[in-house]
Every structure is written in C-alpha cells, then in structure tokens.
C-alpha cells in the first residue's frame, strides 16, 4: 500500500540553530501534501499546506518566514524550522493524498519528534 | 471553534467493557475518516465512511456515519489494553484535511 516516510525520526538541535524535515511519498505522486504539528496529549494542527511547484499555503498563525516549506518534486516536501526555539518543540507530522477527493484518506508519516534545546 | 468535535476527551475503561466514541460537527461532511494514533507515532487509518447511514465493521470496531453526515460514532466492543491510544475522527473541508480533537482512550488490563 501507499505509504509516507518522514526523516529525521527525531532531531535535537541548540536554540537559534535551524532543521529541516523531509516528508516523502514512497510508492505514488503526491501534488499536495499537508504539514501538522502536534503537542503532548492534543490533536494535532494544520500548519500549512504544500503545493508541488507553488508556494505553501499557511493557516493563520503560522509564521511562514520560520517554517519554510518546499515541495520540490511530486514526492518530497521539506519543512525547515528556522532559528528554531525551545517553544518550536513539538511533534511534526505531514500527509499526503492519493488524490484529493473526499473519498480518499489522508496516509500519515511517522511523525519527526524535535526537541529544541 | 473546531468544525470537528469529539467526546469523551478522555476515557478510561477496564479491559472488557464496551465503549462509544462521538464525532460532530455542525457542517456536512462528504465523508469521515477515523484514525488511531499511538505515542510517537503518526495516525494510522481505521475506516472511511463516505454515504449517510452507513455502517463499518472492523473486527471489535463498529463505525457509523449519520444520516445527515454531520456524525461519526466509533463503538468497540470488549475492549482490549491494545485498543488503547488517540482516537481521531477527520474529513476534508473545502481543500484542507481537518482533525477532531481526539477522544484518549485507555483500556486498563
């Protein structure tokens, strides 16, 4: 089945430093694919959307001068946490769809734990 | 305001017992996932329920769509400390893909 591979499964890294995250698309073509984050014991929350060959687009709140995102190929978003801070802690998750019909689930990386220190 | 709401947010229930978690919201949704996810891990998908009305089964898992496909519930039957973790109904909305807040479950041996 289609599946979803994200790297670094975990990463810590010193304050002011920045990291980057790698959502892949391992056996289909993914034109769109999702970027959430997810604190201890809460859902997780839509960070931004990735768009192959276009700009990410970002929910309110989320600032996009410090979480860049590019999707550079059909199966390969990066999401790069810039001047991270000990806040930016978080659990990290992307998706991607098969295609985007409401009939087609969402399949889930394994999540990237980043600890800032 | 979250379109997606799920109850209980938490649950703790001893091994065996049966067990209904709800999802709703006040928009139509074309169809309803629901997720499990388990510590450190991403969510991984249960069941897609798409027509109003309809009825899942998986193994111990039942899962409903309202009618007016505005609802979701998940009921587990006999429940086992492996069915423990995050339960997350989810559906697209417009072009992004939205969670509930998730129901914690812990089954307790």
């Known amino acids: 089945g289609a599946v979803v591979s994200q790297h670094p499964s975990w990463v810590i890294c010193k304050s002011g430093t920045s990291v980057k995250i790698e959502c892949r698309s391992l056996d289909f073509q993914a034109t769109t694919m999702f970027w959430y984050r997810q604190f201890p014991k809460q859902s997780l929350m839509l960070m931004a959307t990735?768009?192959?060959?276009?700009?990410?687009?970002?929910e309110q709140g989320v600032e996009k001068d410090k979480f860049l995102i590019n999707h550079a190929s059909l199966t390969l978003s990066t999401l790069t946490v810039t001047s991270a801070h000990p806040e930016d802690s978080s659990f990290y998750i992307c998706?991607?769809?098969?295609?985007?019909?409401?009939?087609?689930?969402?399949?889930f990386g394994p999540g990237t734990r980043l600890t800032v220190t | 305001t979250q379109l997606l709401e799920q109850s209980p947010q938490f649950l703790s229930i001893q091994e065996g017992e049966n067990l209904t978690v709800y999802c709703n919201s006040s928009s139509v949704f074309s169809s309803l996932q629901w997720y499990r996810q388990e510590p450190g891990e991403g969510p991984v998908l249960l069941v897609t329920?798409?027509?109003?009305?309809e009825v899942k089964k998986l193994k111990r898992l039942t899962f409903q769509f309202g009618d007016a496909r505005k609802d979701s519930s998940l009921h587990i039957t006999a429940a086992q400390p492996g069915d423990t973790g995050l339960y997350l109904c989810?559906?697209?909305?417009?072009?992004?893909?939205?969670f509930g807040p998730g129901t914690r479950l812990s089954v307790l041996p």
């Open positions: 989810a559906g697209f909305y417009g072009q992004n893909f939205v």
């Open positions: 990735s768009n192959e060959g276009s700009k990410a687009t970002y």
């Open positions: 998706s991607a769809n098969i295609a985007l019909d409401f009939s087609t689930p969402a399949i």
């Open positions: 329920v798409v027509t109003g009305g």
